[in-house]
């Protein structure tokens, strides 16, 4: 293991974080931190007219809320430009690289031109031997100018990874490639491959769409005269329940959704750490802190890992539930009910969160609950009205509630009483109560009906029952 252990998380700010880049930046953190190493943040933005700053700043925010923090950065690559091009001139000087004067009109008829006589696409070396002369003509013509970098004409590149052995492409495959555009600005190739040297990654750990990019970096790092490369572990994709790469047609795939919708931080990381990795012991609820003391990179999968939102709805309820009932009112029901624009006594919030605590999966699944305590929006569905309808003795069943709550205690073990009530009049609660429930709070399966009404006053209560029983008629 090299001492010391160094990381970097690198995400391009061309859109917000997914869940693929969150689930690198943690491996990368976790790792990190077992080894009491560095965790650096680098911003890969070379790509000036795809980044924007909104985007930046949202993979740091999203960051900390997952609780990532880095300990060096974040650097930005567009401030290291000068770096990047002053490795390009050794590269040139040395003859490693190459000026480009091809058009990109002229790329796409050879490419084309290429395939048409069945060779494989890719650049053509045109331009590896021009003279001096003619660099000259061609710069004078005002032609863009970009460098490629020279692959070898044959031979294999190498290299050994953590996860997947030794990887191996014959170098005829990989095409002279661009390391600086015509506009002066660096390629990813270049920057990365500078930046780790300068920054001393000792390991880089990231997903395994970037394995064919590796070979690229390795031969940049040993023209710049790099003697030790960092060890690679190239991440297991992340697929939907199709086995295809995760996507937004799969569902949420942005961490910022995520949150909006209510998840919490805790959960998620515990989460993405079992996507592709797991505990010798096969545990699944893990605190950070077990999550830092377990991770092993020996321990990742070599196998997609399947995102499960089911499993995710369930690991958010397992730590809403471990909450203590003062959080859960402070973290949880509070945002639920501004979210759900709604206000309740103390009172009501204690019993609300009570008996939301064990049911609820996020806080937008519980603001969603949440919503028949507004007025302006309350209503009752033809199907979930027809369970009033369809229960036995509904108007017997009504009018008692309604005597039940005009007299009764404003506690829940008082309204509770109810249950007597239904039961001395020879009905089982089990097939009537669901009739009250719509009446209260618009569907026959909602949060539990007597903290409900708590939450919704007496008068508000009443109101709802008496709608309800006008609406049955005589």
Request: glycine share 6%.
């Amino acid at each position: 293991m090299p001492d010391p252990v160094r990381v970097r998380f690198s995400p391009a700010p061309t859109g917000y974080l997914h869940v693929g880049g969150a689930r690198t930046a943690l491996f990368n953190w976790l790792f990190a931190r077992h080894h009491h190493g560095t965790f650096i943040l680098r911003i890969e933005d070379t790509d000036v007219t795809r980044s924007r700053e909104e985007w930046v700043t949202g993979i740091q925010a999203t960051m900390l809320w997952l609780g990532l923090n880095w300990d060096e950065g974040p650097i930005l690559q567009s401030t290291r430009f000068d770096a990047y091009l002053a490795a390009a001139e050794r590269l040139l000087a040395t003859g490693r690289a190459y000026e480009c004067f091809c058009t990109a009109d002229e790329l796409e008829a050879r490419n084309e031109a290429a395939k048409q006589a069945g060779r494989a696409p890719g650049y053509d070396g045109r331009c590896r031997e021009l003279t001096a002369d003619q660099r000259a003509a061609f710069a004078a013509e005002g032609r863009p100018r970009s460098i490629r970098f020279r692959t070898p004409d044959d031979g294999v590149s190498r290299f050994d990874d953590l996860l997947r052995g030794e990887v191996t492409v014959e170098w005829s495959t990989i095409h002279d490639f661009v390391i600086v555009r015509s506009d002066g600005t660096p390629l990813f190739f270049l920057a990365n491959a500078v930046d780790d040297i300068d920054m001393g990654i000792t390991h880089v750990i990231r997903g395994e769409d970037l394995v064919d990019s590796t070979h690229r970096v390795l031969a940049l790092r040993d023209a710049l005269g790099d003697a030790a490369p960092p060890v690679y572990a190239h991440l297991p994709l992340i697929v939907g329940a199709d086995r295809a790469k995760l996507s937004k047609r799969h569902g949420a795939v942005a961490l910022e959704d995520f949150r909006a919708r209510g998840y919490l931080p805790e959960a998620l990381v515990n989460y993405l750490a079992l996507l592709g990795w797991a505990p010798r012991d096969e545990r699944e609820i893990l605190s950070r802190d077990e999550l830092v003391a377990r991770f092993e990179l020996d321990d990742v999968n070599r196998s997609p890992a399947f995102f499960d939102y089911a499993k995710l709805d369930w690991m958010n309820g397992e730590y809403l539930r471990a909450m203590s009932q003062e959080r859960f009112e402070s973290d949880v029901l509070a945002p639920a009910l501004d979210e759900a624009g709604v206000t309740v006594s103390s009172d009501g919030a204690h019993a609300l969160a009570a008996a939301a605590q064990e049911r609820v999966t996020t806080i937008a699944d519980l603001a969603g609950q949440l919503r028949f305590l507004r007025d302006d929006e309350f209503e009752i569905p033809d199907d979930e009205w027809a369970r009033v309808t369809a229960t036995e003795r509904a108007h017997e069943l009504f009018d008692a509630a309604i005597a039940h709550v005009e007299r009764c205690d404003w506690d829940v073990d008082s309204l509770q009483g109810l249950l007597d009530v239904v039961k001395g009049m020879g009905l089982k609660p089990r097939k009537v109560m669901p009739a009250l429930y719509v009446a209260v709070e618009g569907r026959g399966r909602a949060l539990p009906l007597f903290q409900s009404m708590l939450a919704l006053g007496r008068d508000r209560t009443l109101a709802r029952l008496r709608a309800a029983r006008a609406r049955l008629g005589t």
